[in-house]
């Protein structure tokens, strides 16, 4: 199999941003968003980037995207970011979420203006908990019961990772 491309999102890859990101709404814990957001909310994120937004791509198919945003809106937090990451069904369990993360990261820690990259993880998720930590993130903290999706209150760990500069 030929390895994955990993790259900038370009407008072009909305529409599979957008279905990626649309599944896990109706299907997973894995945002809290309850209704699909289409294309509209991916567009302003795209072309309003500030930080980082990469897809990864398989013979021309965007297989997921990962992302980089600020963690909030004051000024104290500027040097702190908040990442995510999606996948396509087909991509899971392939080592492709590593190599995106990877990049995304590395993007991060050549950034001077960031010093921390904070994750949070909708529980159970022992796949993207095993990812965080095998890329050098720590779990800061457990809330629970803070999210309602799916019929069940669902718990969220937040990861931390410092960089290494």
């Known amino acids: 199999m030929p390895p994955s491309l990993v790259r900038d999102a370009t407008a072009a890859d909305i529409p599979s941003m957008a279905a990626i990101y649309d599944e896990q709404v109706l299907t997973a814990i894995t945002t809290f968003d309850i209704e699909p957001l289409g294309m509209s909310v991916l567009t302003r994120l795209v072309e309003g980037a500030a930080s980082p937004i990469l897809v990864v791509e398989d013979e021309g198919r965007v297989l997921g995207y990962a992302y980089a945003g600020s963690f909030r809106p004051r000024p104290a937090y500027r040097a702190t970011r ?58 800061a903290a457990l809330l629970r019961e803070v999210g309602h999706k799916l019929g069940r209150w669902i718990d969220v760990a937040m990861y931390q990772r410092t960089s290494p500069s």
């Open 82 to 139: 908040e990442v995510s990451i999606y996948l396509d069904a087909a991509a899971r369990g392939r080592g492709i979420g590593r190599d995106l993360y990877s990049a995304l990261l590395a993007r991060l820690d050549s950034d001077p203006d960031v010093h921390t990259v904070l994750a949070v993880v909708a529980l159970p998720n022992d796949a993207s908990e095993r990812l965080h930590r095998g890329l050098g993130f720590e779990r």
